[in-house]
Every structure is written in structure tokens, then in C-alpha cells.
Nanobody, 115 residues
Framework: QVQLVESGGGLVQAGGSLRLSCAAS????????MGWYRQAPGKQRELVAT???????NYADSVKGRFTIDRDIVKNTVYLQMNSLKVEDTAVYYC?????????WGQGTQVTVSS
């Protein structure tokens, strides 16, 4: 069974940095795309960044210039480097992956930014 497991979340002060990781297991294929979504309290889940295989990255306007997505296709792992964090970045961050006809989600990792 495919599993996406996030790690790296935590509590950080505004202006600080965190690096999230998502490792996929139980697969024998490469995802069409991997990326990150987030959901803040009382808000809808929103796209943060995606990296399709062979395609260009896509970032939400709110994180451009601060967040960087990176993907190791061979290891089926995706990362999110978050710099210059703001209080409004506080959310549960979910790893997301897509293959032909299937979509997968991680369990989420909490990111809390304080100031």
C-alpha cells in the first residue's frame, strides 16, 4: 500500500526556516507529480508547491521567493524548504502525489510560526 510520510514540521519563530520532507513507500513506480498543500485552521486546503516529472515547478503566490520545492525522483521523496516564515504560514502541511488515475496524501505535519 502506498504511504506518504511527512516529517520536519515544528514550531519556529517568524523569520526562521524549516525543511519538510515527504518519503513515499510501498510503490514500484514514479509519481507523475509530487508537491505540498497546506490547511490553516478554518481555511480551505490550498496548493503550496508542486513539481511534475519533467515539468516546471509551481508555487502559490504567497510563498514565492520564500519556499523552494525539491524532488528526488529516484528516491520518491519531495522536500519543501521554507524560509522567512510568517505567522500566516501556520498550517498543517500535506504531502501530495499523483500517478495516472491515482492521488495520494500524507497524514500531514504541523508547522507553527510564532511572533
Amino acid at each position: 500500500q502506498v504511504q506518504l510520510v511527512e516529517s520536519g514540521g515544528g514550531l519556529v519563530q517568524a523569520g526562521g526556516s524549516l525543511r519538510l520532507s515527504c518519503a513515499a513507500s510501498g510503490i514500484s513506480f514514479r509519481f507523475r507529480a509530487m508537491g505540498w498543500y497546506r490547511q490553516a485552521p478554518g481555511k480551505q486546503r490550498e496548493l503550496v508547491a508542486t513539481m511534475p516529472t519533467g515539468g516546471s515547478t509551481n508555487y502559490a503566490d504567497s510563498v514565492k521567493g520564500r519556499f523552494t520545492i525539491d524532488r528526488d525522483i529516484v528516491k520518491n521523496t519531495v522536500y519543501l524548504q521554507m524560509n522567512s516564515l510568517k505567522v500566516e504560514d501556520t498550517a498543517v502541511y500535506y504531502c501530495h502525489a499523483v500517478r495516472f488515475g491515482e492521488t495520494f496524501w500524507g497524514q500531514g505535519t504541523q508547522v507553527t510560526v510564532s511572533s
